[in-house]
């Protein structure tokens, strides 16, 4: 066999193999009804149950039922030898959602432990999609540091289920909402620094459902750099064919 060969067979395995090797967590909330998922914090609100509003797990989704501010933090441990100890500074969450028609659900990234300072990504009412910044050292607590209007002609229907990804690497922190198409209906992209990393979760003011959440490392450039040196590498022995 040709060692043009042998780089054409191992190559897409270092790529599956770098790809998988970022994943940190992922969940599909299942679970039964009413319970609470495990190594999940709940800092804002309470673990409802039948008869309480609060968080729980409901036909497969993470439910949060009910009125106010809910936050819900993932505090367990993280997969491919990363620490879920606040120190996570860049990451992707993507995770599906659904809601009520009025209010605000989303997520959370680079949250302290006590859910006190973070920042959300969230779908407001049925036509907004904003980035918060909430710092109890600030003057303003809570603060719209991105928005975009949905660009769409139904704009948001309970009950459809979209998509938030959003992305948190060094200073740029951005994400994209896609609706129940597939398309991408709106983005925000800022550069902050009031917060360099965290815990992440999920955050609703009114009756909210999350579903397949993932957390992802964004790769290092030393990953990069194998990555491109396997492209390269190939490219020689192609050239020498």
Same mark, same amino acid.
């Given at each position: ?123 407001? /009412? ?5 980035? !918060?910044?909430?710092? +109890?050292?600030? $003057?303003?607590? =809570? @603060?719209?540091? #991105?928005?975009? /209007? ?5 704009? !948001?229907?309970?009950? +459809?289920?979209? $998509?938030?990804? =959003? @992305?948190?690497? #060094? ?71």
């Amino acid at each position: 066999m040709k060692v043009s060969k042998y780089v054409k067979f191992l190559a897409p395995m270092f790529f599956c193999a770098l790809i998988q090797a970022q994943t940190l967590f992922t969940t599909d909330f299942t679970g039964t009804n009413y319970d609470m998922p495990t190594d999940w914090n709940v800092v804002s609100g309470v673990v409802g149950d039948s008869g309480t509003n609060g968080f729980y797990y409901y036909n497969d989704a993470l439910r949060f039922n009910g009125s106010g501010n809910g936050l819900a933090l993932y505090t367990g441990s993280f997969d491919n030898g990363y620490a879920n100890d606040g120190t996570l500074d860049d990451f992707t969450i993507v995770s599906n959602f659904f809601k009520s028609n009025s209010g605000t659900t989303g997520i959370v990234g680079r949250s302290d432990v006590t859910g006190e300072n973070f920042y959300t990504f969230r779908i407001n /009412n049925t036509t907004s999609f904003e980035l !918060y910044c909430f710092d +109890q050292s600030a $003057t303003t607590y =809570a @603060t719209k540091i #991105g928005s975009a /209007n949905i660009e769409t002609p139904s704009a !948001y229907v309970y009950p +459809q289920v979209w $998509t938030l990804v =959003a @992305t948190f690497e #060094g200073t740029t922190i951005s994400a994209d909402l896609i609706d129940n198409d597939g398309l991408i209906v709106a983005s925000i992209e800022v550069e902050d620094s009031t917060f360099s990393s965290g815990y992440v979760g999920v955050r609703g003011q009114v009756t909210s459902y999350w579903d397949d959440f993932t957390v992802t490392a964004v790769p290092e450039p030393s990953t990069y750099a194998l990555l491109f040196g396997l492209i390269g590498l190939g490219y020689v022995f192609v050239r020498r064919r």
